[in-house]
């Protein structure tokens, strides 16, 4: 089995940073693409960012040249710096891998979530 554990979010005000972290542990032979997910209520899930186990980063549009993904590959973890945090960026944000597993091969992995809000 493989398990995402995400960690970091919380309330900001608008205009403010936080960072989530990933870690991704388990039967874990590689992991293609990291990244992030947000849900706010009463919305799809869409993609926020994601990055390549080369480190080829994509970002949504609406986070770009606020958002910045990074990751680890030696430790499994994938990083997101939110700057300029706005009231619109509130949802809950997930992790989400793409992982190569020992007696699974190839699946999509989700973390529980971390809800991040930004007040006005």
């Known amino acids: 089995q493989v398990q995402l554990v995400e960690s970091g979010g919380g309330l900001v005000q608008a205009g403010g940073s936080l960072r989530l972290s990933c870690a991704a542990s388990g039967n874990i032979v590689s992991i293609n693409a990291m990244g992030w997910y947000r849900q706010a209520p009463g919305k799809e899930r869409e993609l926020v960012a994601d990055i390549t186990s080369g480190g080829t980063a994509n970002y949504a549009d609406s986070v770009k040249g606020r958002f910045t993904v990074s990751r680890d590959n030696a430790k499994n973890t994938v990083l997101l710096q939110m700057n300029s945090l706005k009231p619109e960026d509130t949802a809950v944000y997930y992790c989400?891998?793409?992982?190569?597993?020992?007696?699974?091969?190839?699946?999509?992995?989700w973390g529980h979530g971390t809800q991040v809000t930004v007040s006005s």
């Open positions: 989400n891998a793409y992982v190569r597993a020992y007696y699974t091969g190839y699946r999509t992995y």
